[in-house]
């Protein structure tokens, strides 16, 4: 059982790593407005540079011009991943590091290691649920956000 959890567990991390970047790479870098110095009277003058919507690129990330509750919105569902990602990364080092190594030298009891099967394994569903979520969230506020339809 624990090598079958310590398995889901990888499957969640890499894919709550992965998540993010798929749902809101837009494959370009922003071009940011650049201060040119004018070679006739050297005083600095804005180059006609485009800048981008937004200075992150990769994520779910909204832009500087986007419908009410978009910015927000995005903002809980990272929030909410975060979550999901940290409770994995919690729950894998607890078995890893701690559990892992007390059941080996047999210092875990029997009964306490049959009852911290199944809430190790309700815990990771847990976080498992939470991940799925804010990332289908984040996924749906994209959508949302590129269609200029806003939230509410």
């Given at each position: ?53 937004h ?5 779910p ?29 919690g ?22 290691d ?11 569903r ?11 969230a ?15």
């Amino acid at each position: 059982m624990s090598s079958r959890l310590l398995a889901i567990l990888a499957a969640l991390l890499l894919g709550a790593a992965l998540l993010p970047a798929a749902a809101g790479a837009s494959g370009t870098a922003p071009t940011p407005a650049v201060a040119v110095a004018s070679t006739a009277d050297a005083t600095p003058a804005t180059a006609a540079v485009p800048r981008a919507a937004h200075p992150v690129v990769g994520g779910p990330t909204a832009r500087a011009d986007a419908p009410a509750g978009i910015g927000t919105a995005l903002s809980v569902a990272r929030v909410v991943r975060y979550l999901g990602i940290g409770g994995a990364t919690g729950l894998l080092a607890l078995v890893l590091v701690v559990w892992g190594p007390l059941r080996r030298r047999g210092a875990v009891p029997p009964e306490a290691d049959e009852a911290f099967v199944p809430r190790a394994g309700r815990a990771l569903r847990a976080v498992a649920v939470v991940g799925v979520v804010g990332s289908l969230a984040a996924l749906v506020l994209q959508a949302a956000d590129a269609g200029g339809t806003g939230v509410g």
